[in-house]
């Protein structure tokens, strides 16, 4: 119960003098999406439904090596499951995770993260296979785009060789004014019908599309004030709002950020 509040806390060692090949152990953040935990790391204020929906960190070991040039990253991990600081009571295998990543500029990066495992006691086990793919372009000098798809598959019963599968595509498109002013748009959808992530108890399960608009101001180089108008869209009426279900969900959210760094 303690353990469960920590972020990030590992240890690495350097495996090889002229190589850049490290093993790493303890909490790290997740090797899947492009959105971390810290807000102001990320190109809009709330994270989509892609990021809430899949690890912001991992626990156990990984495996990495990065060419010399800069440009390529491989990653093997063995982690205790899917956002756990440890493993499921009863659940005696261990999961697994890779990660491969592109970056021949600043201007440009290809990244394909997998995850394989279960979330469950032996009991129960069902094993889920999940795939996330993102890029990150820079058209300009002001102008960002970054796309990202994820795809899972979990087993609908122990013994059984169906699957209930969920994806999800995110585009997020940031304009930088000047050093002080910047605006984001993002588009989103997820759908996973069958309840695998997000249970909803209803017919057409968690079919959800997103909009957002997003204004950030940094008056200084630590601190940021961020405005976001949010709107999200469900096949179904999921979003409870003064005693009923609406499938319609209207909000703006407001932070202000400082870093000590």
């Known amino acids: 119960d303690v353990l469960k509040n920590i972020y990030e806390a590992n240890a690495g060692i350097k495996l090889s003098r002229n190589k850049n090949l490290w093993l790493d152990a303890g909490i790290f953040s997740s090797h899947i999406g492009f959105e971390s935990a810290v807000s ?5 204020l709330t994270r989509s439904m892609p990021a809430e929906n899949s690890p912001y960190y991992q626990s156990g070991a990984k495996l990495t090596f990065i060419t010399g040039n800069g440009k390529w990253l491989f990653s093997g991990l063995a982690l205790n499951g899917w956002q756990r600081i ?10 697994w995770g890779s990660q491969i990543q592109y970056k021949p500029s600043d ?10 495992g279960t979330d469950k006691p032996d009991s129960a086990r069902l094993m889920r296979v999940f795939h996330n793919i993102y890029s990150i372009v820079n058209l300009t000098d002001e102008i960002a785009l970054t ?5 899972g598959t979990e087993q609908k019963t122990v013994s059984g060789n169906s699957i209930n599968t969920w994806y999800s595509p995110v585009g997020i498109l940031k ?6 002013w910047a605006v984001a748009v993002r588009g989103e959808h997820y759908n996973d019908k ?9 017919v057409n399960g968690f079919q ?8 950030d101001y940094t008056p200084v180089k ?33 932070s202000i950020a400082v870093s000590l760094q």
């Open 40 to 44: 102001r790391d990320c190109p809009t």
């Open 175 to 180: 304009y930088t004014i000047n050093n002080q």
């Open 208 to 215: 959800t599309t997103g909009y957002s608009i997003n204004v």
């Open 222 to 254: 630590n601190a940021m004030i961020r405005l976001e108008a949010r709107n999200l869209h469900s096949k179904d009426a999921i979003f409870e709002r003064k005693g009923e279900t609406k499938n319609n969900n209207t909000f703006i959210t407001c």
């Open 194 to 202: 069958n309840g695998v992530i997000v249970a909803t108890a209803t």
């Open 86 to 95: 440890k493993r499921v009571d009863g659940n005696s295998l261990v999961s």
């Open 107 to 116: 201007k440009f990066l290809l990244n394909y993260s997998t995850f394989i």
């Open 147 to 151: 796309l990202g798809f994820d795809i």
